[in-house]
């Protein structure tokens, strides 16, 4: 099974609000990824976790807190956010670092900031 | 860092028309990932070629390492081919550089 989740699919929030992105998945990677995607543009990478500790940060604005709470999960909790951080979020997920490249995504999440 | 730069831009077809989208990177790579990303925001994985030529139906991607190309081939295009493909090589050991893509319309 080559499948990742995310919930919610779409998320609409007030520049006052804390919300939080989930991604999950069962197929035993230890390398976890969260990317930013805005309209007709490439997506951007935020944050890498590897073997559940944080080992890139893309100089990501604090209001974007990442969580690994275990190896099959992956978190991104959103503070005071920006409408300009209005964007699809994607989560990825690779065997681990020393392994295959190959990244799996997950379906994304929508969010609008108002 | 690598650079990857995907031509056309924009392509579009008719139905069950042949097509070439093409990927070009900067550095010698060892794997390049080629994605569809649906008109949903999916973004499915294609292929994973770290060389040579790979096939999935009505699909096949062809990388050429040394020349640092790769190219995906989609044989009689249907409008479920439609979104953008994106080819991404490895940027590091954890990273994935995307090219801007290839937006592709299949029309009836």
Known sequence: ?114 | GIQVEQSPPDLILQEGANSTLRCNFSDSVNNLQWFHQNPWGQLINLFYIPSGTKQNGRLSATTVATERYSLLYISSSQTTDSGVYFCAPPGGSEKLVFGKGTKLTVNP
């Open chain 1, 1 to 114: 099974d080559t499948e990742v989740t995310q919930t919610p699919k779409h998320l609409v929030m007030g520049m006052t609000n804390k919300k939080s992105l989930k991604c999950e998945q069962h197929m035993g990677h230890r390398a976890m990824y969260w990317y930013k995607q805005k309209a007709k543009k490439p997506p951007e990478l935020m944050f890498v976790y590897s073997y559940e500790k944080l080992s890139i940060n893309e100089s990501v604005p604090s209001r974007f807190s990442p969580e690994c709470p275990n190896s099959s999960l992956l978190n991104l909790h959103l503070h005071a956010l920006q409408p300009e951080d209005s964007a699809l979020y994607l989560c990825a997920s690779r065997i681990g670092p020393n392994f295959s490249y190959e990244q799996y995504f997950g379906p994304g999440t929508r969010l609008t900031v108002t």
